[in-house]
């Protein structure tokens, strides 16, 4: 990942060249949607751990849901996102020779986002930015009621 100016430009070496740049691409918008749902997993295990804890036993619909409400939103809008903020692989290629030409980009694929004010990329940086600010609160909060709960069930055991 290279920031030049008011863009974002990927270079990818290897089997990307092989390939082909939308492939690159898709393999971009699969990474970023898999980070983001990675992270929100977590808060969903303690959520349904949660449940678990408290003698709820949880059903299979339920898990399905709070993966439905809690994971795939966030993931599903961060993979949109990714995939509407792409340049024309022509045009990055021409602004990654033009700018840094040092990198020798025309021997490899270059794609990315030309203009970090699109819309979509806001929304990019709106879902790492702002968005995981909320769910590590909700982490936070969660982690010392699982650990009471936990603490008040097996009172023999130190859970610190």
């Given at each position: 990942?290279?920031?030049?100016?008011?863009?974002?430009?990927?270079?990818?070496?290897?089997?990307?060249?092989?390939?082909?740049?939308?492939?690159?691409?898709?393999?971009?918008?699969?990474?970023?949607?898999?980070?983001?749902?990675?992270?929100?997993?977590?808060?969903?295990?303690?959520?349904f751990r949660l449940f678990v804890i408290e003698g709820k036993n949880p059903a299979k619909r339920t898990a399905l849901a709070i993966i439905c409400t809690v994971v795939l939103p966030v993931a599903t809008?961060?993979?949109?996102?990714?995939?509407?903020?792409?340049?024309?692989?022509?045009?990055?290629?021409?602004?990654?020779?033009?700018?840094?030409?040092?990198?020798?980009?025309?021997?490899?694929?270059?794609?990315?986002?030309?203009?970090i004010h699109h819309p979509a990329i806001i929304a990019e940086f709106f879902i790492m930015a702002v968005l995981n600010g909320p769910m590590y609160m909700a982490i936070l909060y969660l982690r010392p009621k699982m650990l009471d709960n936990l603490q008040r069930s097996h009172s023999g055991i130190c859970l610190s």
């Open positions: 990942m290279v920031p030049i100016e008011r863009s974002i430009l990927f270079i990818s070496y290897g089997p990307c060249g092989l390939v082909s740049p939308t492939a690159c691409n898709c393999a971009c918008v699969v990474m970023f949607g898999g980070e983001a749902s990675s992270i929100y997993t977590i808060l969903a295990s303690f959520v809008a961060m993979m949109i996102a990714v995939c509407l903020a792409r340049t024309n692989d022509a045009d990055a290629q021409y602004l990654m020779n033009e700018l840094l030409p040092e990198y020798g980009a025309y021997m490899h694929v270059v794609t990315g986002q030309k203009d």
